[in-house]
Nanobody, 123 residues
Framework: QLQLVESGGGLVQPGGSLRLSCAAS????????IGWFRQAPGKEREGVSC????????LYAASVKGRFTISRDKAKNTVYLQMSSLKPEDTAVYYC????????????????WGKGTLVTVSS
């Protein structure tokens, strides 16, 4: 059973940066496409970004394109979401997900979900 653990959330000022990490233990992430969803209070869950198992294909929501970068480190069995130029509207709980493909990510059909890490962007 794949278990995903997110880390790196916290409080940051507008314009700042954070790097979220998604780690797995006991099972390699190499078999999965990995993505990030987020959910802000009172809002629907939003797909933020996804990376294919090869690392070659990446997807980004329009709201974060140019500010966020997803990457994977196979040696560390970890996927990262580098977030820059953060805005108050980026405040949300961020969830790491794993599944067969980023196409499934777009359909909210990922098999494994982490418990989330809170990102708060505020001055």
């Amino acid at each position: 059973q794949l278990q995903l653990v997110e880390s790196g959330g916290g409080l940051v000022q507008p314009g700042g940066s954070l790097r979220l990490s998604c780690a797995a233990s006991g099972v390699t992430l190499d078999y999965y496409d990995i993505g990030w969803f987020r959910q802000a209070p009172g809002k629907e869950r939003e797909g933020v970004s996804c990376v294919s198992r090869s690392g070659i294909t990446t997807l980004y929501a329009a709201s974060v394109k140019g500010r966020f970068t997803i990457s994977r480190d196979k040696a560390k069995n970890t996927v990262y979401l580098q977030m820059s130029s953060l805005k108050p509207e980026d405040t949300a709980v961020y969830y790491c997900v794993a599944g067969p493909s980023c196409a499934d990510f777009l359909r909210f059909r990922m098999d494994y979900w982490g418990k989330g890490t809170l990102v708060t962007v505020s001055s």
